[in-house]
């Protein structure tokens, strides 16, 4: 028994974090290490010296689904590129630095906003808009097409005041418009499009009541480009009875259901049996019923959606085809067809990979769906001798996905962690064991002796699973049962089977932002925003603060099931980022654990000495703020509290109450999530003008021409 004490002991002296040890046993050698999968091994303090941001570059495929946007710069930091490939190097923006500048408090500097944080890039939005509509140009160009391209953006995707403003206001050169699929929505897409070109369109899709088709309608009468798609047949009485008493002609499209479907997770909203559209009989009794009222004119757009992330463009060719022979059909049949809406599915590279055998990723880029899309209609359309029609598309997840960056940091790391047990303590806990869990012992010292380390870890089961059985029958006492603990992980580690990945404590709400995580598994890049100079020791998977055992994020993009990590540096704060969330993620998450949405704010690129500029920013939601939310009155709990205090804590001065209430204020109107630091309150509350601090543009603009003459340390914002 001694001789295995002493082995115990060595193992327990030779382990190393992040592999797997080698020890003898009898003569016999244990494997050797086993380094972290997809990270390389740091076999001397040379090699770790050597490490360098192109390598952390490379095991975070930032390249691959970051171009042109996001790379890691010289300092280890990931930096924003905001006009893609043509930002020049002096315009790069520092994440770390955004962060620092936000959440640092206000005495220092900072606009004192608590993680976790949404860091909107309206440079990258106005990029990816202009890279969309050159791609088509080209495409029309080079095709010899007819007519245009004029795009919309479906507002489902964020419906953020500020992202849909600024589509609108970039978008106005180009004729771009907007969706809607709901009464919300139709209100904030016909104010801000009053904003926009005249002719860029309003698409009004969605389930339709007479409210809804009423304010379309009036839409019309505002002088705005509307169509009303109809996504069921019975809207199309509601339409006639509708325009006829509000004396309007409307225009109307309507949605087809394709036989072409999309195989992938996001393909259930097409094929025939698809949630929305018309089938072709019931797009037949449409034409005849709008004939019959002479009214057939008015039907001038098709439009289709083959399903979100479509990952080639032979499915899309498939599609558009399809859709191209229904228009030249609606033409022929006497209808004044001049659009066709293709709908979205245009993919985001969520992983780099480039593969159209993926949920997650595209293989195309949007030049080939651009050209895809006008070659399939211009084919279709000039055998049957129709005009070519005008195309829009409602691409939404392309425009926004890359615009938005999620922010949070981990606050605690744990690993399993068993007790250690000296050579004198493990021989007065084996002579403590019952007979039948000393045989077990036995047994798994002699597998140890021979080599035989399947049968280790057989035994070694075998007697703590004996032991967890006497410690619920009261026989065993707790030390004992922490000794086994200690025991059995010393074999696991000196064999290569214990688990090496670690759990991340993240201060973050997976449910609130990250929902489609949880709801539909949709992996999104997610990589430490600094220390990239430095080689990742550990991997981990990220836990949420959610009291929820799905709060967590335990698969990553590559197939991983973990991340690569860093150790946590003492009080060191740890950045980690979540990239091209900037569709969806925003208006479908919940309230679980009433944890709101992070702060956000807005930044572009500036001339000044850290290439940027805080031009907006917005705490998240106060505890008060989601109590509301609850149908809770925050203020009359206050006082409920308030006076429950001054009555349960007799004899307390003046002083000490008014410190007491101080106090419960400040939570109520704090975040719900953890402070990290020093300070225990915000210093930028959202008070009186409805959250929102920010600047005009021109404002913003000579904030920016001031900061470029400050002194180098002086950062560039504006704030209220």
């Given amino acids: 028994m001694p001789a295995m004490a002493y082995c115990v002991d060595a193992a327990a002296a030779r382990f190393s974090p992040g592999y797997a040890v080698a020890i003898p046993v009898a003569g016999n050698p244990l494997p050797a290490p086993v380094p972290l999968s997809g990270v390389p091994p740091a076999t001397n303090n040379l090699e770790v010296s050597h490490w360098s941001p192109s390598l952390s570059a490379a095991i975070y495929k930032i390249d691959g689904w970051g171009a042109p946007y996001f790379s890691v710069n010289a300092a280890g930091n990931v930096s924003v590129r905001p006009f893609g490939a043509a930002t020049l190097a002096h315009q790069e923006i520092d994440l770390l630095k955004i962060v620092r500048k936000v959440s640092d408090p206000k005495s220092s500097g900072g606009l004192g906003l608590q993680m ?55 978008g106005s050169p180009f004729r771009f418009g907007l969706e809607a699929g709901s009464k919300p929505e139709l209100l904030l897409a016909m104010s801000c499009l009053c904003k926009g070109s005249p002719e860029a369109f309003l698409i009004c899709n969605g389930f339709k009541d007479a409210e809804y088709i009423s304010l379309a309608l009036f839409a019309r009468k505002l002088s705005l480009n509307t169509v009303i798609v109809l996504e069921q047949e019975e809207e199309l009485d509601l339409v006639i009875n509708l325009s006829k008493k509000f004396s309007v002609r409307p225009v109307i499209g309507v949605r087809a259901k394709l ?77 004044h067809m001049q659009v066709i809406d293709i709908g979205g599915g245009l993919g985001i590279d969520y992983d780099g990979s480039k593969s159209s055998e993926s949920d997650i990723s595209v293989g195309y880029s949007l030049e080939d769906y651009a050209v895809a899309v006008v070659q399939a209609v211009r084919l279709v359309c000039d055998r049957r001798c129709i005009k070519h029609p005008i195309i829009c598309s409602e691409s939404g997840r392309a425009i926004v996905s890359h615009h938005s960056v999620l922010i949070f940091e981990a606050v605690s790391a744990s690993a399993y962690e ?12 084996i002579e403590g064991l019952p007979d039948e869990a000393r045989a077990d012992y036995g047994n798994l010292s002699d597998a140890a002796i021979k080599g035989e380390y399947e049968t280790c870890l057989l035994y070694a089961d075998q007697l703590k699973q004996r032991c967890v059985n006497q410690f619920k029958e009261g026989s065993l006492g707790m030390e004992q049962l922490a000794a086994v603990d200690g025991v059995c992980d010393v074999v696991s580690k000196a064999i290569g089977a214990v688990d090496p990945v670690r759990t991340y404590h993240v201060n973050l709400s997976v449910f609130t932002s990250i929902p489609d995580f949880w709801g539909i598994g949709q992996l999104f890049p997610i990589v430490p925003i600094h220390r990239l100079d430095q080689r990742p020791s550990v991997r981990g998977i990220l836990s949420d603060l959610t009291c929820d055992s799905d709060g967590k994020i335990d698969k990553f993009i590559g197939g991983e099931w973990s991340l690569p990590l860093h150790e946590l540096e003492g009080d060191g704060r740890y950045y980690l980022g979540m990239f091209l969330g900037g569709a969806y993620e925003e208006a479908i998450g919940g309230l679980h654990n009433l944890f709101g949405g992070p702060s956000v704010v ?39 509290l308030k006076h429950r205090a001054e009555e349960c804590i007799d004899g307390s001065s003046i002083a000490a109450n008014a410190a ?38 021109d404002e913003y603009n000579a904030v920016a021409a001031d900061s470029a003459a400050a002194e180098d340390e002086q950062w560039s914002y504006c704030v209220a």
């Fill in 116 to 170: 976790p944080l949404i860091v909107r890039l309206p440079d990258v939005l106005k990029s990816r808009l202009e890279s969309l509509q050159s791609a088509f140009d080209l495409a029309v160009q080079s095709q010899g097409y007819k007519t245009h391209y004029q795009g919309v953006y479906p507002v489902k995707c964020n419906q953020d005041r500020f992202v849909v403003e600024d589509i609108v206001r970039f």
């Fill in 259 to 335: 036989r072409t479907k999309h195989s992938g997770h996001f393909g259930s909203t097409s094929g025939e049996k698809g949630k929305f559209g018309l089938t072709t009989t019931q797009i037949l009794r449409v034409v005849r019923k709008l004939k019959e009222v002479d009214m057939l004119d008015s039907l001038q757009l098709l439009h289709f959606h083959i399903g979100s992330q479509i990952p080639s463009t032979s499915l899309l060719t498939d599609g558009v085809s399809e859709a191209a022979q229904i228009y030249c059909e609606l033409v022929r049949l006497g209808a």
């Fill in 418 to 429: 068993s007790p250690s047990i000296t050579s004198f303590g493990l021989e007065n806990f």
């Fill in 660 to 697: 007491l209430a101080s106090s419960l204020d400040r939570s109520f109107h704090n975040m719900p999530y953890l402070v990290v630091g020093a300070s225990s309150s915000c210093s930028l509350t959202a008070i009186n003008n409805g959250g929102f601090y920010y600047c005009s543009e």
């Fill in 602 to 640: 807005r930044v572009s690129q500036s001339d000044g000495p850290h290439s940027f500029v805080v031009t907006r920013a917005v705490p998240g939601p106060s505890c008060g703020d989601v109590l509301r939310i609850m149908q809770h009155e925050p203020e009359l709990m206050f006082e409920t």
